[in-house]
């Protein structure tokens, strides 16, 4: 079963900042925080990772808390091609020795 | 990602018909993996190999099985398919320190 909670759905305009939040309170110590994005039915994309510092990439920004119990993902500019369900994915270490876990994700809308 | 290439892209077919299912990578990964989607659900593991000679189950592995020919093929097989069995499936690959890489996937119809 997953190890994450996160909303069904979330909307957010265009241009505007979107913050999806991920709760996963039973993380260990050494569990990496994950999120992949899925657009319509394509594969899923890689978005960032990080295990306890805040983590900044060209596609978006993770923010985990200082308990590592919840995070959240930052597009710090959403547009309309940000329309995706956004899986986080909590996995021990970082490296590929283990599967991911998929939850339902959050569809994320962003509107015009 | 054309580094992932799965093959076909579509396929329908009958019941109890064998279907085999391919995946090939350029990426030069050791670790592949197979997922199936099923519609409003995230994905869901079905077979993981770490290299040629290793082989693991995942969490819905009944009713498939798995070929890894060589490090850069990973072929998943329907032996006598059924229509439950209709769903999306996705190939990924991983490798240590290096997040995990998907295929475009496989729409499968099995009437």
């Known amino acids: 079963d997953a190890k994450t909670t996160q909303p069904p759905s979330m909307d957010c305009a265009e241009g505007r900042a979107a913050n999806l939040p991920c709760n996963h309170s039973t993380i260990s110590g050494n569990e990496y925080v994950y999120w992949y994005r899925q657009i319509h039915s394509q594969g899923p994309q890689y978005i960032i990772h990080g295990l306890k510092n805040n983590e900044t990439n060209e596609m978006a920004s993770l923010i985990i808390t200082e308990d590592r119990k919840s995070s959240t993902l930052i597009l710090p500019h959403a547009t309309l091609r940000d329309t995706a369900v956004y899986y986080c994915?909590?996995?021990?270490?970082?490296?590929?020795?283990?599967?991911?876990?998929f939850g339902k994700g959050t569809r994320l809308s962003v509107i015009a | 990602d054309a580094d992932v290439t799965q093959t076909p892209r579509n396929r329908i077919t009958k019941t109890g018909k064998r279907i085999m299912l391919e995946c090939s990578q350029t990426k030069g990964h050791d670790r592949m993996y197979w997922y199936r989607q099923d519609p409003g659900l995230g994905l869901r593991l079905i077979y993981y190999?770490?290299?040629?000679?290793?082989?693991n189950k995942g969490e819905i592995s009944d009713g498939y099985s798995v070929s890894r020919q060589a490090q850069a093929k990973f072929s998943l097989s329907l032996e006598s398919a059924i229509p439950n069995q209709t769903a999306l499936y996705f190939c990924a690959t991983g490798q240590n320190n290096q997040p995990q890489h998907f295929g475009d996937g496989t729409r499968l119809s099995i009437l």
């Open positions: 994915i909590v996995r021990v270490g970082s490296s590929g020795n283990t599967p991911l876990v």
């Open positions: 190999s770490f290299d040629v000679k290793d082989i």
